[in-house]
């Protein structure tokens, strides 16, 4: 039988500043008497006990009803591991539950295993944001709850830089080179093996010289920086073996970019992620979403969303998750509507919402970050809809860990890069054997 497995992470500040400002009374809403005792006056162990108790919650399906927090109860074994003890009287009482706690900076990291939950036939039911055991995103605890869909690609350590992919990137064009850079290192920040770069004849020397571990290959334009419809054969030539690509941050609106954009997409048989100029082009021609391959992620900001929708921005933030749903399917592919409280969709009805809202992320260049980032992971053969779960949530706490680093103001694209590879990492070590 499979095991149930889930994941959580909380932030120790804010469960230090709810303990602070609601006392033992907010310890005693998720805390036993004798783990208030083991715990004493450490955020970091309240942190790691309401970290496993959400990830305990989210390894049970749909249908089965979750214990109290307080009904749960993790101590420290013999030999120092977390041992779980479950209340009489619940669903969970008798399981074998393994659980493992790692901390990292201002996080706490659990991961949860029910290796014998018997599962009843339920339909998918993904958690909104602020739901979950215990209220895992309210305003007192500050867990941040990671849905149905997060997977990180394997990386098994015989591997090579062919086995984790390769992705092609279409970006940039006069004054916007920056979003070819952040693309494709965004893509090559993932885990991605390979990573290659297409760009205008023109500005080639400035992205040969920044993007070092990035393969970057010119293309002939139609003017200065603009790539259009007469570099067809020439990109397709380089999509030839890509196990994924990215289209659109900063390739510009032209018309003969539109045309190229146009006739590319349908021909290109790699999964995609069309963002950013790619989709304010399609936007033009709206019909022809529908009939694009289902493998193509569609990331836009709200404005981009409603030129795509043929709606005003207004109407598509007073519905975000319904709106984003009901395009996905209409559209036949996964969206992300971006923006606080990033809401992905899938075509098959799936939907989850992002609940990390932070301001560190509004500056140019995040959504091109995002964008490589989500090709990059499918490149390492994660399905479209996992990749697009998982990279908005690696994204997310990466601007979450900047936050706190930086502050809320001043951080930059290019920031992100370093810190994502850090946060993938964490989870990796969570699961790793002996974390506690």
Known sequence: MTPRVGVDVAAIPRIAEAQKRFGERFLRKFLSDREIAYCGDSPDRWAGRWAAKEAIGKAMPSGIPRPR????????????????QVAPATTLTGREIDVSIAHDGHFAVAVAVIPDLLIPSTTYSPPR?????????????????????????????????????????????????????????????????????????SIYPILAEKCTEVIVGPVPEIAPGVVGHASLSGVLRGFAGADAGVI????????????????????????????????NLLSEHRSILPRLSEQIVLTPHPAEFGRLAGLETSVVQQDRRGIASRFAKQWN?????????????????????????????????????????????????LPPFEAAVTG?????????????????????????????????????????????
């Open 248 to 279: 659109g941050p900063g390739i510009g609106r032209d018309m003969s970019t539109r045309r190229l954009i146009e006739d590319l997409v349908p021909r290109v048989a790699a999964p995609l992620v069309l963002d950013a100029d790619a989709l």
């Open 333 to 381: 592919k996964v969206v992300v509507l971006k923006g606080a409280g990033t809401v992905i969709a899938a075509p098959d009805g799936r939907v989850t919402q992002n609940p990390v809202a932070t301001p560190a992320l509004s500056s140019g260049g995040t959504g091109d970050v995002l964008a490589g980032l989500i090709g990059g992971l499918m490149a390492q053969k």
């Open 129 to 201: 944001a602020g739901e979950g055991q215990g209220g895992g995103s309210s305003s007192e605890g500050g867990g941040v709850s990671l849905p149905d869909g997060f997977r990180l690609p394997a990386r098994p350590r015989d591997g090579h830089k062919g086995t984790f992919g390769t992705v092609l990137v279409l970006a940039g064009s006069q004054g916007f080179t920056g979003a070819a850079y952040l693309a494709s290192m965004g893509a090559a920040r993932s885990g991605a093996g390979i990573v290659r770069l297409l760009v205008a004849q």
């Open 69 to 84: 927090m307080r009904d749960v109860e993790i101590l420290p074994s013999d030999d120092g591991r977390p041992h779980v």
């Open 392 to 436: 908005v949530h690696l994204h997310a706490l990466a601007g979450m860990d900047l936050e706190a680093s930086l502050g809320l103001a001043g951080v930059l694209a290019s920031d992100l890069l370093l810190v994502i590879p850090r946060v993938m990492e964490r989870f990796r070590q969570a699961r790793a054997p002996g974390s506690a």
